[in-house]
Nanobody, 125 residues
Framework: QVQLVESGGGLVQAGGSLRLSCAASGLTFTAYGMGWFRQAPGQEREFVAA????????YYADSAKGRFTISRPNAERTVYLQMNNLKPENTAVYYC??????????????????WGQGTQVTVSS
């Protein structure tokens, strides 16, 4: 019954911006970490950004620092990934996931328990 639904992907030119959303449902836990990952065609899924289940501590892949921002506003069950200055190499399917066990933001896929279906981000030159 747990469901994560990503949205906000689309086609954007290089240098443009997108904001991805991840809406969670079916979770009885009041606190959980969230992460964003992406998978380009023919490539392994890689870590992008994460936020801890307590304290709202964020962690970013080096490629995302300064351009991407993960957030989870108060009174919302939606996690966002604001992506600015997008580059063609950012083209991928972006996934969100929940981390029910770790106290710190996690970059390893194995730390996450539930995954969304993904949303396509395409950045053109």
């Amino acid at each position: 019954q747990v469901q994560l639904v990503e949205s906000g992907g689309g086609l954007v030119q290089a240098g443009g911006s997108l904001r991805l959303s991840c809406a969670a449902s079916g979770l009885t836990f009041t606190a959980y970490g969230m992460g964003w990952f992406r998978q380009a065609p023919g490539q392994e899924r890689e870590f992008v950004a994460a936020i801890s289940r307590v304290g709202g501590i964020t962690y970013y892949a080096d490629s995302a620092k300064g351009r991407f921002t993960i957030s989870r506003p108060n009174a919302e069950r939606t996690v966002y990934l604001q992506m600015n200055n997008l580059k063609p190499e950012n083209t991928a399917v972006y996934y969100c996931a929940t981390d029910l066990g770790r106290l710190s933001p996690a970059a390893r896929q194995a730390e996450y328990d539930y995954w969304g279906q993904g949303t396509q981000v395409t950045v053109s030159s």
